[in-house]
């Protein structure tokens, strides 16, 4: 294989992987922690509302005075909007997406804004109040997404804690994953999952015990 096929697939690679971690910001920027200083933690949900699993998670929340952030996906919002509006009675809201796809990432950029604005504005008139943060779906994202979502009006929110409790994983390992966090950080979860539901207690106390309060992404992020 000669030296510019390489130098092509080398390319490639790093494209590919760029485009699978939004924490390398290849292709613009995305909010991974905050630095204020403050004993802080944001945790994050994707993929709600759930009936199976946010009743729980919201009665966890409530039960130690905590405040989280939730990616939520409008045809999952519209389908439960009682739920929808149970988290928003407490917690941010952030969108997800339309819908659980990647195409963003491959869409023109006028595509992708007017999906971006419609799902922005479907998902504000159930919660009523401003969304702005967005967190792409699988993480996948592409110069085409970020030029999206900026014209969108929204910011990319990532994560620096990334537990991967989207697969099969044991309650204690989603515990131990969190027990990184530290202060600044925000945890990417996902609701839908039995073990992340049993975990967030303990997830919680554990937060707790070192002195570190659970807050939404906002507040995280907002200046001293």
């Not at 000669?2 to 490639?12: E, I, N, Q, S």
């Not at 992708?112 to 504000?124: I, V, Y």
């Not at 969304?131 to 929204?154: D, E, H, I, K, Y």
């Amino acid at each position: 294989m000669g030296a510019c096929a390489l130098c092509f697939l080398a390319l490639l690679g790093v494209v590919a992987w760029g485009s699978a971690d939004p924490a390398l910001q290849l292709f613009g920027p995305a909010v991974l922690r905050a630095s204020t200083g403050r004993k802080e933690v944001a945790l994050t949900f994707d993929d709600g509302p759930d009936p199976t699993s946010t009743p729980a998670l919201l009665a966890a929340l409530a039960a130690a005075d905590a405040r989280a952030t939730f990616f939520l996906l409008v045809d999952r919002a519209e389908a439960h909007p009682e739920l929808t509006r149970a988290i928003a009675e407490a917690h941010e809201v952030g969108l997800h997406g339309m819908s659980h796809h990647p195409w963003l990432t491959i869409r023109g950029v006028r595509a992708g804004t007017e999906e971006l604005a419609e799902a922005r504005r479907r998902l504000e008139a159930l919660v009523g109040r401003s969304v702005t943060g967005f967190r792409p779906p699988f993480g996948a994202v592409s110069p085409r997404l970020l030029a999206s979502v900026a014209a969108a009006g929204m910011d990319l929110i990532w994560c620096s804690v990334r537990t991967r409790d989207g697969g099969a994983m044991p309650r204690d390992e989603v515990i131990s994953r969190c027990a990184r966090a530290g202060a600044g950080d925000i945890v990417l979860l996902h609701e839908g999952r039995a073990p992340t539901t049993e975990a967030l207690p303990h997830i919680l106390s554990d937060l707790q015990s070192r002195g570190l309060r659970a807050v939404t992404v906002e507040a995280l992020c907002a200046s001293p």
